[in-house]
């Protein structure tokens, strides 16, 4: 029966063996692939050396994209809850269908005409969410998640003295520092994209304090910015060592 | 009895429940909102765009911080050692009370005319100090700063390996830099700036070395600065670590 | 029998006491040099001043590593599926004397002329791969990677959450900063080289968001960068924790 | 007896109570402020508001540290084995009573006339070995020391991979950039500086790869600087976690 074989092949929940199927196998590398001509398309020097290759991919793509989906709700029907018309429009509203559905769609809203380049950036962009189909094909995200929610209070604890610290040290940059650089020093806001960039370490060195006083509050707080890397590291370290006792050490 | 109600409303302690009731809850947000009218208020861009806004919300913020005063120190004398007027004026001298009464009491000092910009700003950011009361509200910092107390030796330690370091990598730069780059190595001080970007990786690259030598100095500095990261990242971890193993695991 | 005693030189398997015999010391130190040398010789003005002592230093390293070559195909014939004539053959084609042999090669294949400068300076390199022939000398590395494929897993999965992160934030400051900076952020993968720099934290600053909420994003993307480095730290401390506890602590 | 009350005052090793006796914690706040005097001294700004003082404040310490080096001569003679005139040159010639001397007698050759800046810069960096003075008053460092050095060969093994990567990606820089930017990665070893600026996640940002092959690269140098960070992090914590496992856990 060519539903069943459909269904196996397709449906991860379907399947006896550990790991994906090789069709789904196939549908991972093609969203992969989807993705990375949309990232691709974004640069103009590319596409101006290959003008119709990347309407083309797009085409293809949602074109593969389009028959899996109706294959998936053909094979549908192959669990009980989906049997029937009524079945069939319950799949259509349920959650990967949807997420299937927003794969597809933008393509054809793509021939409304707009000239507005923001607005032609972000719905480049609405085709990069095809990734999260691969939601679909992994249960490896919850593992992460319940070790990250493990410790939850004590990660927003630390997200806690991170934000004071920031507050903190953004105020006593303004003070010091405000009237030598108005332009990055000038309000709070303002520095808080300087103690952001130095509190994380990043440190990009496009604002930096030039006062005596201005550098001794960033030396501190680059130095706290330490602790602040720390902090959520040793929570984390704790919670994954705490993850491998509970479960035998030879897994 | 309305200040049974009033008590029970505003007085942590006084819940059974866990969690914070509904009114503290509000008085929370308050704050919340009151800091950051605070420093939106700083940027001159957004004051030009509405100039009455901020302070009509400056006044709303501290009016209801006033009613809330005034409410904690009428409910106040529920407890024992707050009753009668001698109790009420012992409130008046605890801690939390006057850290509320500072809450207030700079919106009327603002009116004493000051045109001095350093002070002026200073001046805004007492009000920053308002985050403070939410210290009243949460239990937390108490385990968080148990954790840290308990390797404080160590940590302190380390804070001492990092100020040697950085100390002796200043001395080193100041040694090998100070005639290529007067302004920015020409003495130990100058060159501690460069030194405590580049040790907590942090690195602005608005001064770095130009010399060779200073450049094989600046790289073993850029190392050290791992080790730095590295040693009280894995003191918290261990502690952090520790922490859970005393108490259950299901907690 | 002089072929005993060098096979008990060279093969560091036939050693019974722990650490290397001192012709694997020399040998070692010897690779060391020849590939300081090969750095060295890549920088003009040193070999401007010492102009015939690169070509020496070179020519006496490959003499030495081929008497080294010949003396370990020689002494082969100690075990027992090197020896004769096909033995000899099945060592000459066994791993570590194919990279002997590459150790040696290049220098003979240099006498044929080129003059593209970026085949020269690729050609420079291929010497440096004679640091591979250190790995004949360690067991050291096995132990490293057992601890890391033990946490393969979960190492993968954050590198996963990395690549998102990475390709969202990128996307995000695409949307946002492209009109403002086409040069820096006019595409996706040009917005890479940002994102990458600001996730690692490394944050050169050539290329930063200048407008506001480009900024705001910017931040958002700093401080996930903290959770990026917590992660596979945390993992790590767990795995080599776990490492020390399976094995008696002494060791 | 003067002697026996000067040796209690003195020696750390002769108290029985814990911490400092307070003549060695006016000794350490001398040596940190004589410290303090030495760096503050090499910032010209400084010294010309005041010209008599730093002199004055160096003589001052000498003095005092001149006096305190007699002293414990004097009192050295209560330990039996510097007991007499050979035990007092015995003493003369032990480590901290050297390290002492080095402490005083840079003051004395500093009238020897000299007018190279460097060597001036030099001479007077020298008085910043004082600190290791400190060094006398704590056991702490042999705690820290200890759990370092019992992790050696992981942190030696992991110094191995960074220095690997390290050379690893300065040839990938050097083989891509050179042409670009000759000055910056013109060989091997100017390009070990952005190299060691990258895998170390500092960043400067004053050289940074241009090519589109060469950001490839320096991205994937900055992704590695993550993991050179988390190895010894992780190596670390493993090693503090377990020292506190060995010890009861209420210390």
Chains 1, 2, 3, 4 share one sequence.
């Not at 069709?23 to 993705?35: P, Q």
């Not at 990347?54 to 028959?67: C, H, K, Q, R």
């Not at 060195?205 to 130095?223: I, Q």
Request: proline share 5%; net charge positive.
């Amino acid at each position: 029966m060519i539903k069943a074989a459909i269904y196996r092949a397709l449906a991860p929940e379907a399947r006896q063996a550990p790991g994906l199927s090789w069709t789904n196998r196939v549908i991972c590398v093609l969203i992969l692939l989807s993705a990375l001509t949309a990232i691709l398309e974004t640069e103009r020097t590319l596409v101006a050396q290959a003008p119709a290759l990347f309407p083309f991919l797009e085409t293809l793509f949602v074109a593969l994209f389009l028959i899996e989906y109706l294959a998936r709700l053909y094979a549908a029907g192959m669990e009980p809850r989906y049997r029937g018309l009524k079945g069939r429009l319950r799949y259509l509203f349920s959650f990967w269908a949807l997420v299937d559905l927003a794969a597809i769609l933008p393509y054809f809203l793509g021939f409304v005409a707009h000239d507005n380049a923001f607005i032609l950036r972000l719905f480049r962009l609405v085709r990069m969410l095809r990734l999260a189909r691969l939601g679909r094909f992994s249960q490896a995200w919850h593992a992460l998640s319940v070790a990250l929610s493990s410790r939850a209070h004590e990660l927003w604890l630390s997200a806690g003295v991170a934000g004071l610290l920031l507050l903190f040290s953004s105020c006593c940059l303004y003070v010091v520092e405000a009237a030598a650089q108005p332009e990055a020093f000038g309000s709070v806001p303002r520095a808080l994209w300087w103690s952001i960039a130095t509190l994380t370490t990043v440190g990009y060195g496009d604002v930096t304090p030039v006062t005596a006083l201005g550098k001794v509050f960033a030396g501190l707080t680059a130095v706290a910015g330490i602790g602040l890397i720390a902090m959520p590291t040793g929570i984390l370290a704790a919670a994954f060592s705490e993850a491998l006792h509970r479960r035998p050490p030879s897994s």
